[in-house]
């Protein structure tokens, strides 16, 4: 007989079906679609005879699992906060689904209902990033927990999404905002985000072992790879980054390059500089960009200083190449290109 009840003010219904003593759930949308899935359960009740006794899997105990596979497996940690949120989406206030549900009952109605969620309270690619997180997860379940290998994440439709072009800063612009960086250590990471390309954690996780100014080159430091993997790639320096650093190095305060004074005065690593570059664009009088863009602004001034798509490539690092041999003849002469392509009439640091 379906059930009709209440669960954080929502009302749920779901078919209930007891044979030889074990009893099985299943959320539906209405009591007719109830009543027809409990007639299919009496009609072959197979499921009520197991050869052995199984633990039920329920929601939480999956997303916990999932999430601690991940930390081992050592991905950034943006990308776990990333997932972490989408099981916070699944759980959220108004959800049908509650910790100890079993993951069993998340069917692509249940799954369509939690992106729709997201969608409605935030936007499409919020949505979507749900989905691509929680699909994941799913097919991690299927391989170590024997999740079904129906994914009803994957089975729900994307959302149409609005995507605005990210705003690139013109030259003039970034020399506004390094102008109006009020430390030199500020000024060099800045300067270091455009003569790199690097990403926002390869420089704040940049070590002073990984500053060869011998040899005018960075070692930076990469998880954007398949499964999470580490990836270490040198990076030339170009003359003024160069001199920069060699300043910057006189008066290390402590392991890493770049790094801030708690309350207690002591020195730690960047993790976030969530209103950083924002100040500084609201004090230059320009247009907001965020660290990413920066790495646009490198790209596009490389490819307009004449270096080689292959060489733009390898200063980006999308792609990791197959051996150290084959990357560092990648690399031939940029150091040399870059000394060109930011010159000093153009970019006068």
């Not at 190449?321 to 930011?342: I, K, W």
Request: aromatic share 8%.
């Amino acid at each position: 007989m379906p059930v009709e009840t209440t669960k954080r003010g929502k009302k749920v219904i779901y078919g209930k079906v007891t044979v030889n003593g074990r009893t099985r759930t299943m959320i539906c949308a209405t009591k007719k679609e109830a009543k027809l899935w409990e007639d299919k359960m009496r009609a072959n009740p197979e499921w009520a005879h197991p050869k052995e006794e199984s633990t039920i899997l329920t929601t939480l105990s999956w997303a916990s699992q999932y999430l601690d596979a991940m930390r081992l497996r050592g991905i950034a940690d943006s990308t776990y906060d990333e997932k972490r949120d989408a099981f916070a989406t699944l759980f959220a206030e108004g959800s049908e689904v509650l910790h100890d549900t079993p993951v069993e009952m998340i069917t692509v109605r249940v799954a369509y209902d939690c992106l729709k969620a997201r969608r409605q309270t935030g936007s499409g690619y919020a949505a979507n990033k749900v989905r691509k997180n929680l699909s994941a997860a799913w097919k991690w379940g299927t391989k170590y927990l024997g999740l079904a290998k129906d994914n009803p994440f994957a089975e729900v439709e994307k959302f149409p999404e609005v995507r605005k072009p990210r705003y690139v800063p013109s030259v003039e612009d970034f020399m506004a905002v390094y102008s109006a960086a009020l430390t030199a250590q500020d000024q060099l990471m800045l300067l270091a985000f455009l003569d790199t390309a690097a990403r926002k954690s390869e420089l704040f996780n940049l070590r002073w072992e990984d500053v060869d100014l011998a040899n005018a080159r960075l070692l930076l430091r990469t998880k954007k790879r398949s499964g999470g993997n580490l990836e270490l790639d040198w990076i030339p320096m170009s003359k003024r980054l160069l001199a920069m650093m060699r300043e910057h190095a006189r008066s290390p305060l402590g392991e890493y390059v770049f790094m801030w004074f708690d309350m207690a005065g002591q020195p730690r690593p960047y993790k976030h500089r969530l209103h950083w570059l924002r100040t500084l664009c609201r004090r230059a009088g320009v247009k907001a960009f965020d660290i990413h863009a920066i790495r646009h602004l490198s790209a596009t001034l490389q490819v307009k200083g004449g270096l080689s798509l292959m060489a733009v490539q390898g200063m980006l690092r999308h792609r990791s190449a197959t051996t150290t041999n084959r990357y560092l003849h990648q690399l031939t002469g940029v150091q040399a290109a870059l000394d060109t392509v930011f010159r000093q009439e153009e970019l006068p640091i």
